[in-house]
């Protein structure tokens, strides 16, 4: 059960991050879930990398949006636009 509540929690953190990062990230429910739960995962290991969080304690919610906003920031870096743009 705990997997689906990832997954539904992820979609919405997903949906969040892109609305804030306008037209950036490949489309689609699963590729917005699972830049959710990685959001959560990355903003959770900084957290623990910084102090923030100790072992075994998750990111929060905002800190989870924050973590997806920097992977798509990421993303958005690794895919330029190749070639010249006329």
Known sequence: MSIIWAA????????????LM???GPAGCI????L????SLF?????KA?????????AGFL??????????WIYKLIKKPSGPTV
């Open 8 to 19: 539904i929690i992820g979609l919405i953190v997903g949906l969040i991050a892109k609305l």
């Open 22 to 24: 306008h037209g950036t």
């Open 31 to 34: 590729p917005t879930a699972l």
């Open 36 to 39: 959710g739960i990685g959001g």
């Open 43 to 47: 903003a959770g290991w900084l957290g």
């Open 50 to 58: 910084i102090g923030w969080y100790r072992e075994g304690q998750p």
């Open 63 to 72: 800190a989870s949006i924050v973590g997806a906003v920097i992977l798509l």
